[in-house]
């Protein structure tokens, strides 16, 4: 990857794992914007963007469009959010509308993105790093309950909802299992790190990777 162009780093993560934090704090210290699917999902459905039109939209330029990001952003940036997914199949026309907005923005500039199939989206990114950061269990019930005020059973219950759908969503539209190493650059268990330090070993791995310059 090199920093020195348009880059786009897809974090792919375990509910209660803290990557998201890791993710958004990733985007802080490369001085990028940090986009996920909440954010995504707020704004196709803001304006009920087909496919054709992300590009009309994107070629416009319009102020208030980057204002907007920027107001979706500010809005959703919480420490940790745990939401508790569908199970319902997401069609593929959306599944499709948000996959090109998001290549879209990564056209547009050098950011971090959070989401279930990251790495399948910018499988042919020429200046792509994928990541997938999980964690043990036991950590990722901890902190279920410390952040989202659960109990044992209820972290437990909505982690196994969560795996579940994730892992079927990914399957359905990327034919892979978001648990294959293969499909990612960089794999980290952040169960014995904070997220600032796992932050630290991915900028390391880049540094040492593809050098200071960015060059591999």
């Known amino acids: 990857m090199n920093k020195n162009e348009k880059f786009v780093i897809a974090i792919n993560r375990e509910v209660g794992s803290g990557g998201h934090v890791v993710g ?58 745990f939401a ?32 279930r199939s990251g790495f399948f989206i910018f499988r042919d990114h020429p200046n792509a790093l994928k990541i997938f950061i999980r964690s043990k269990m036991e950590k990722r ?16 219950a909505t982690i196994e909802k969560v795996d579940k759908g994730r892992e079927a969503y990914t ?3 990327a034919g892979k299992s978001r648990y294959d190493a293969r499909n990612y650059d960089l794999v980290i268990d952040i169960s014995e790190m904070t997220e600032d330090q ?4 991915i900028m ?9 310059e960015g060059k591999k």
């Open 24 to 81: 958004e704090k990733l985007a802080e210290r490369l001085g990028v914007k940090f986009y996920d699917k909440d954010i995504i999902k707020e704004l196709t459905k803001r304006f009920n963007l087909s496919v054709d039109e992300l590009e009309e939209v994107r070629s416009s330029k319009f102020n208030w469009w980057n204002n907007l990001i920027e107001s979706y952003m500010n809005r959703y940036k919480v420490e940790e959010r």
């Open 84 to 115: 508790i997914e569908s199970t319902v199949a997401t069609t593929e026309n959306v599944f499709r509308v948000e996959s090109d907005f998001l290549k879209q923005l990564a056209d547009d500039e050098s950011c971090v993105i959070a989401g």
């Open 141 to 156: 019930i901890e902190r279920m309950m410390r952040v989202r005020n659960l109990t044992e059973e209820q972290a437990v």
């Open 171 to 173: 399957k359905k539209f």
């Open 198 to 201: 796992a932050v630290d070993l």
């Open 204 to 212: 390391d791995y880049i540094d040492k990777t593809f050098g200071k």
